[in-house]
């Protein structure tokens, strides 16, 4: 069997395509909550001794309180499902990144960290899901 196939032989899409849905799928579904989108994938290069970071999605709530979300997908719930791959250290280089992008604004506005997790057809937004 070759990969991208499932077991009943047919082409199963590939890892980037089911993550650019489940950014598709949160963006409209943050955007219907009031959340208006200012960058999408802002990315920071690692240096010689750290990953590299990215920010799938920079938003604005209503309130004027700047979201940092990570989207997370995964085929179905198993394993821990989609929120759970969500790793301290994942959380560390998402924060490292969020830092760089606040040191290009002229005021720091409030910030919070929410997880999009996608597991299958379930979207679950959960806002503040970790600290800086």
Not at 41 to 66: C, F, K, S
Not at 72 to 101: E, F, L, N
Request: glycine share 12%; net charge positive; hydrophobic share 45%.
């Amino acid at each position: 069997m070759f990969k991208g196939w499932g077991r009943d032989g047919a082409a199963r899409p590939g890892t980037k395509a089911i993550g650019d849905s489940a950014e598709d799928r949160a963006l409209a579904h943050l955007q219907q909550h009031g959340l208006a989108l200012l960058q999408r994938n802002y990315r920071l290069a690692g240096g010689p001794r750290q990953r590299g970071a990215e920010i799938d999605l920079i938003m604005r709530a209503a309130d004027g309180t700047l979201v940092f979300v990570e989207v997370r997908a995964r085929r179905d719930a198993g394993h821990g499902g989609a929120a759970a791959s969500v790793s301290v250290p994942k959380q560390q280089r998402i924060v490292r990144a969020a830092q760089h992008y606040l040191m290009g604004l002229a005021a720091l506005p409030p910030c919070r960290f929410d997880v999009v997790a996608v597991d299958g057809d379930s979207l679950v937004w959960l806002p503040a899901a970790f600290d800086a």
